[in-house]
């Protein structure tokens, strides 16, 4: 079975800084790979998806991700934070295997960033 | 287009009774998805639904939940006789299928918050 691992559990930057995510999967076959973000008391809301080309995505509010197969990993990045981008963080994985539908998602990291 | 509707948005429960967490999917979307978030933890897959099937409920506990996906209707998540450990936000998604490898993604509701108390 597919598993999703996020490392950093509480992440707390300033302003301003720049943000990198862990996000490393395990699976051998070809996955799609997605991270969501979820504001305090909100639903969760899609940041940018992997499906093919280009390893590295752009997504909204300024994030890009980049997925290196040799490293089984896909990396949420942001050159400069914002106050509000404080929330959580949710990389999630679906292996691209017919039947097999369902998004396995990592345990979360909790990103704080102080004005 | 709505979104995934979930409802009731929080549910308060004492021990022993029944819960029953509703989700409409999106227009269109035949998939549904139910995952839990426990306090400080991350989203647990339960089941994977499409119209009148599970399609896969590895991550359902064996006793007192199930779930369903009527050809007409919501899709509900059942929860008998709810302990305090139930405690948790329920989400849905919903989707067209995914795995074709192409563009799509799952649309995740607002969750409902159990509270058994």
């Known amino acids: 079975a597919q598993s999703v691992s996020q490392h950093n559990h509480h992440v707390i930057l300033s302003e301003a800084a720049s943000l990198e995510l862990g996000c490393n999967y395990s699976y051998g076959g070809t996955v799609n790979l997605f991270w969501y973000v979820q504001y305090p008391g909100q639903h969760l809301q899609l940041l940018l998806k992997y499906f093919s080309g280009d390893p590295l995505v752009k997504g909204i509010k300024g994030f890009e991700a980049e997925f290196i197969k040799s490293k089984f990993s896909f990396n949420l990045r942001k050159p400069s934070v914002q106050w509000s981008d404080t929330a959580e963080y949710f990389c999630?994985?679906?292996?691209?295997?017919?039947?097999?539908?369902?998004?396995?998602f990592g345990t979360g990291t909790r990103l704080t960033i102080i004005p | 287009n709505a979104g995934v509707m979930q409802n009731p948005r929080h549910l308060v429960r004492r021990r022993g009774q029944e819960a029953r967490l509703r989700c409409s999917p999106m227009?269109?979307?035949?998939?549904v998805y139910w995952y839990r978030q426990l306090p400080e933890e991350g989203l647990k897959f339960m089941v994977y639904l499409q119209k009148e099937n599970i399609i896969d409920e590895s991550g359902m506990p064996k006793e007192r939940f199930s779930a369903e996906f009527p050809k007409e209707g919501p899709s509900i998540l059942r929860i008998q006789q709810v302990v305090r450990g139930d405690s948790a936000a329920y989400f849905c998604?919903?989707?067209?299928?995914?795995?074709?490898?192409?563009?799509?993604?799952?649309?995740f509701g607002q969750g409902t918050r159990l509270t058994v108390v």
């Open positions: 227009k269109g979307h035949s998939h």
């Open positions: 999630a994985v679906n292996p691209l295997n017919f039947g097999n539908e369902k998004l396995t």
């Open positions: 998604a919903s989707s067209p299928q995914l795995s074709t490898g192409s563009n799509t993604e799952a649309f």
